[in-house]
T-cell receptor, first 112, second 114 residues
Framework: DVKVTQSSRYLVKRTGEKVFLECVQD?????MFWYRQDPGLGLRLIYF???????EKGDIPEGYSVSREKKERFSLILESASTNQTSMYLC???????????FGSGTRLTVV | AQSVTQPDIHITVSEGASLELRCNYS??????LFWYVQSPGQGLQLLLK??????LVQGIKGFEAEFKRSQSSFNLRKPSVHWSDAAEYFC????????????FGGGTRLMVKP
């Protein structure tokens, strides 16, 4: 079964910490995405990548960066975590064409 | 720009009753359309998708959806809801070209009464 794996289900970090959220897919997909999900706001795209070392900003990139050194891994980085980044973070991958996304189980991040 | 509207934020139905979740989209061409389901604390799982052909598509867990171009809608239906269907449901639309992103609606939270 194809899989997108997010390394942590729950994280608690302190304000100002550098935070890494890891996502790995085993489907050889070209495209990977990071979303955050907040009540009443739905899913908002932070960054996406359509190839190794390539990245594009989504709708809300401020305060975040990403890294894609290998095709299967797409990391989301919070350079200096703030309380307004407390959220559920969802990673997804997609091959493109007529295919939908495959999502990971999500990481619930709390910044205190 | 493409957009997706799910007019109902919350819906409550009785177990065994029928269900319809609404989805309206705005898109400049023939869209790819998707419905996803999210159980509490989980990621999103694909229920079904539409690209072309028959406008009534069948998905997993007994769900179906109908594409109506004239109404720009892609409503999700189930004839008889089970308690395990309680979850949040998201409609999404994607480009039909080489682009790779999907745009999601705000979601509808379904509660099932015993």
């Amino acid at each position: 079964d194809v899989k997108v794996t997010q390394s942590s289900r729950y994280l608690v970090k302190r304000t100002g910490e550098k935070v890494f959220l890891e996502c790995v897919q085993d489907m050889d997909h070209e495209n990977m995405f990071w979303y955050r999900q907040d009540p009443g706001l739905g899913l908002r795209l932070i960054y996406f990548s359509y190839d190794v070392k390539m990245k594009e900003k989504g709708d809300i990139p401020e305060g975040y960066s990403v890294s894609r050194e290998k095709k299967e891994r797409f990391s989301l980085i919070l350079e200096s975590a703030s309380t307004n980044q407390t959220s559920m973070y969802l990673c997804a991958s997609r091959q493109g064409g007529i295919n939908g996304y495959t999502f990971g189980s999500g990481t619930r991040l709390t910044v205190v | 720009a493409q957009s997706v509207t799910q007019p109902d934020i919350h819906i409550t139905v009785s177990e065994g009753a029928s269900l319809e979740l609404r989805c309206n989209y705005s898109y400049g061409a023939t869209p790819y359309l998707f419905w996803y389901v999210q159980s509490p604390g989980q990621g999103l799982q694909l229920l079904l998708k539409y690209f072309s052909g028959d406008t009534l598509v069948q998905g997993i867990k007994g769900f179906e959806a109908e594409f109506k171009r004239s109404q720009s809608s892609f409503n999700l239906r189930k004839p008889s809801v089970h308690w395990s269907d309680a979850a949040e449901y998201f409609c999404a639309v994607g480009p039909n070209n080489a682009g790779n992103m999907l745009t999601f609606g705000g979601g509808t939270r379904l509660m099932v009464k015993p």
